[in-house]
């Protein structure tokens, strides 16, 4: 087995200008994968006892899903995914909503500038 370190190295990116709130994004989308590896391992055992199968940690770590399966997880994920971030892309969509007018505001000035 393959030993990986706990910690990268080097900094971590910072997205926001307060780091407290990097950490909290951190945490967060560490929280989410859990939740999505646990969903995960619950639909396994759901297939499984659907299809008549044996259950035990090798048969649930071992399992892989049939594409219609896959494809569902997916779009569950997505939606999870969606859910957990909506805040953050809420922002970004504000901050693009407001570049847009702002370079509106721009073009307009090059605009009356150059027929001027």
Do not use: C
Request: glycine share 4%; proline share 4%; net charge negative.
């Amino acid at each position: 087995m393959v030993e990986l370190p706990r910690k990268a190295k080097g900094q971590r990116p910072a997205y926001f200008s307060d780091p407290a709130i990097d950490k909290l994004l951190s945490m967060t989308l560490a929280l989410a994968g859990e939740v999505s590896v646990l969903r995960d391992r619950i639909d396994s055992i759901e297939y499984l006892l659907e299809t008549g199968q044996s259950i035990s940690r090798k048969a649930v770590d071992d399992f892989v899903p049939p594409a219609a399966l896959r494809a569902e997880r997916d779009a569950r994920r997505d939606q999870f995914l969606g859910i957990v971030l909506r805040a953050i892309h809420d922002e970004r969509e504000d901050m693009a909503a407001k570049l847009d007018q702002s370079s509106t505001g721009y073009e307009a000035a090059v605009e009356d500038v150059e027929t001027n």
